[in-house]
T-cell receptor, first 116, second 116 residues
Framework: AQTVTQSQPEMSVQEAETVTLSCTYD???????LFWYKQPPSRQMILVIR??????QNATENRFSVNFQKAAKSFSLKISDSQLGDAAMYFC?????????????FGKGTRLHILP | DTGVSQNPRHKITKRGQNVTFRCDPI?????LYWYRQTLGQGPEFLTY????????KSRLLSDRFSAERPKGSFSTLEIQRTEQGDSAMYLC??????????????FGPGTRLLVL
């Protein structure tokens, strides 16, 4: 069965610095999708970034980028120039390939604190 | 389209009462998911639909929980004979599962349930 592991329950970073959140997953599939979601305190969960496993190029969205290591089954999120508004729970998620009716699986999350 | 909406946003009930939550997905989305989330934890899968068909229900879900999506549009989640352990945030998410584009879930704001 597929699993998603986020080994860092909490992290802190100084404002304007760079932080990397870790995520590893386990699957026997070769084609799948990976996501990072952000959930600010008492607010809605929103998609931060998405990566297709067949793409070698790492996804980037403004200050957010990923380091996708398919062989190592690692999918870390890098936040550059951290801002106070980045403080949130971050969830890594795995989506199975299109020929499967399986559901998306979430990690337990990493709470990110931004220090002013 | 304003995204996924959920009603009510908050619900306080007494133990033993029944409650029903509603989720309206993004209109063209064919998949709809229900999750439960407790403080500091990741979303816990409850059930999901593809159109009107309920494809999977979590084995952790007791018989007191039932969900419907009668016309493949909005969905309801009912909890019968509520217990204090049911207190949580109930999240709804929708997505469009396609043949080649992968699946990205979009979340609603959630319904926070408190059972007294």
């Amino acid at each position: 069965a597929q699993t998603v592991t986020q080994s860092q329950p909490e992290m802190s970073v100084q404002e304007a610095e760079t932080v990397t959140l870790s995520c590893t997953y386990d699957t026997s599939e070769s084609d799948y999708y990976l996501f990072w979601y952000k959930q600010p305190p008492s607010r809605q969960m929103i998609l931060v970034i998405r990566q297709e496993a067949y793409k070698q190029q790492n996804a980037t969205e403004n200050r957010f980028s990923v380091n996708f290591q398919k062989a190592a089954k690692s999918f870390s999120l890098k936040i550059s120039d951290s801002q106070l508004g980045d403080a949130a729970m971050y969830f890594c998620a795995y989506s199975p390939p299109m020929n499967r009716d399986d559901k998306i699986i979430f990690g337990k999350g990493t709470r990110l604190h931004i220090l002013p | 389209d304003t995204g996924v909406s959920q009603n009510p946003r908050h619900k306080i009930t007494k133990r033993g009462q029944n409650v029903t939550f509603r989720c309206d997905p993004i209109s063209e989305h064919n998949r709809l998911y229900w999750y439960r989330q407790t403080l500091g934890q990741g979303p816990e899968f409850l059930t999901y639909f593809q159109n009107e068909a309920q494809l999977e229900k979590s084995r952790l879900l007791s018989d007191r929980f039932s969900a419907e999506r009668p016309k493949g549009s909005f969905s309801t989640l009912e909890i019968q004979r509520t217990e204090q352990g049911d207190s949580a945030m109930y999240l709804c998410a929708s997505s469009f599962r396609t043949g080649g584009g992968g699946e990205t879930q979009y979340f609603g704001p959630g319904t926070r349930l408190l059972v007294l």
